[in-house]
């Protein structure tokens, strides 16, 4: 198999990681809390820029065009215009923003916690706006249903992912 074949394989299987861990998930009231940011953790520290971001894009595609791949098997535009939409949208800013970092610094695991940790806060940041676009709500409101429930479990993705992380620092990224 060639190097691009090998990458675009990747890309979809990155890809299905997200989507099976969109489905684990404790359900709250406005935004379930999921496992889907530790597969974008590690798609942006595993893959180039290019691949990182063409991996997030193919998720946000199939559900958009309605596979079940959004969290509770959702899927569909609706999802997406809907109130987590900009958090789905924020994976963008997740994974591409830390794989274009490792490409500029050495990835040690105290970088690569820091690097999970902005990421977390950019779809933090992009998906509450997104929500409080959507529903109206003030800021206040809209950190007490997405951002202070998440933050405990948040944490955990970005230690395991540092933690799955660790394995490949000796190695050359995927791609």
Known sequence: MNKKTLQYVQCALFAGLIAVCSQIQIPLPMVPINLALLAVHCTGILLKPKYA?????????????????????SGGAQVLLG??????????????????????????????????????????????????????????SALVYCVYPFIPGDILKIIVATILAKRYLIKKRLG
């Open 53 to 73: 971001l063409l991996t997030v894009l193919l998720y946000i595609l199939l559900g958009f065009i309605g596979l079940p791949v959004f969290s509770n098997f």
């Open 83 to 140: 109130s987590t939409g900009g958090y789905i949208v924020g994976y963008i800013l997740d994974a591409v923003l830390i794989s274009l970092a490792l490409e500029k610094l050495k990835p040690t695991l105290p970088t690569i916690f820091i690097l999970c940790l902005v990421g977390t806060l950019s779809c933090y940041a992009f998906g509450t706006v997104w929500f409080m676009s959507v529903t109206e709500m003030t800021l206040s």
